[in-house]
Structure formats: structure tokens, C-alpha cells
């Protein structure tokens, strides 16, 4: 597709043409899930972002900090931003790594044990959205979802 607007489009590519901010399109979506899951796990005194954090330090841990920011897709401003009220908590655990210089998250007993509980809220969450949105609908954002992150990792390999 050309970027001169002065060059007529085919009709399949003014079919295919995204309308509106895409960015904002994903953070209204985003938040509505977000609010769902938050409503389900609150029961359980976590907030989505925290579960996840639990989860993944519980399947990936111990790892370093730096590794679970790269395998979650986000920051390290941001992982320890939400790291600090779980570390505080006594759920996760920063420890020595294999020398002085580096550290490891661990997932403690009390959090793996909280994590376990409030799984059942999140698998809660999870059916709600699923009958909400439709299993087919469901399906079709995973592969979406997984093919534009794709997109964006194999652009950071360049």
C-alpha cells in the first residue's frame, strides 16, 4: 500500500484499512479485561497484575529480575514498580544470585499458597470472560494477540 495519499487504493486494501487508533483500541480492551479479572481476583486480595507476577515467578523461578521483565514483555521500571508491595508482602523473595552481583526472585510458601488460592478466582474470571466474549471470539484474540507480539519480537531481533 503506498503512503502517497494522492495514489488510489484497491478495494481490497480500503477493505483492509484500520480505522482509528489502534493503541487506544488495545487499552480500552485491555482495561475492561483488566476490571473483570480485578473484580474476580479482589476476592482474593490480589489484583491481576499481581497473580501474574506470582505465576510466573511460581512456574518460571527462581530467575532474575531482568529475565522476567523480558519474559513478560515488560519494563524494569515496571516489573519493580510491581514487584515491591509482593517482596514487601513476604510473597516473593529477592535472593543472592550465583555471586554478590546478581539476584533472583523467588515465590515464598506464602505466596505460592496465596497464588493457589486465588487461582480459583482467576479460572472464575476466566469462564466469565470466555462465555462474555464467546469461546470463538476468545480463541481468535489469542491468535491475534500472539501473532502481533511475534511481529514486535521478531522486529527486535533486527
Not at 497484575?49 to 515496571?78: C, F, I, K, N, W
Request: hydrophobic share 40%; glycine share 6%.
Amino acid at each position: 500500500m503506498s503512503s502517497d495519499p494522492h495514489v488510489s487504493l484497491s478495494e481490497s486494501e480500503v477493505l483492509l484499512r484500520p480505522v482509528g487508533c489502534t493503541n487506544f483500541k488495545l487499552r480500552q480492551l485491555t482495561r475492561r479485561v483488566t476490571q473483570h479479572y480485578d473484580r474476580r481476583l479482589a476476592l482474593s486480595g490480589l489484583k491481576t497484575t499481581q497473580y501474574s507476577l506470582l505465576s510466573h515467578v511460581d512456574r518460571l523461578g527462581p530467575l532474575p529480575p531482568g529475565e522476567l521483565a523480558r519474559r513478560m514483555d515488560m519494563d524494569a521500571s515496571t516489573l519493580s514498580r510491581n514487584l515491591r508491595p509482593l517482596l514487601a508482602a513476604g510473597w516473593l523473595r529477592m535472593d543472592e544470585g550465583v555471586d554478590a552481583r546478581t539476584r533472583v526472585l523467588n515465590i515464598t510458601d506464602a505466596g505460592r499458597e496465596l497464588r493457589r488460592r486465588a487461582q480459583r478466582h482467576w479460572k472464575a474470571a476466566q469462564v466469565a470472560l470466555n462465555q462474555q466474549l464467546g469461546p470463538a471470539t476468545v480463541v481468535a484474540l489469542h491468535e491475534l494477540l500472539d501473532k502481533g507480539l511475534a511481529a514486535f519480537h521478531l522486529a527486535d531481533s533486527d
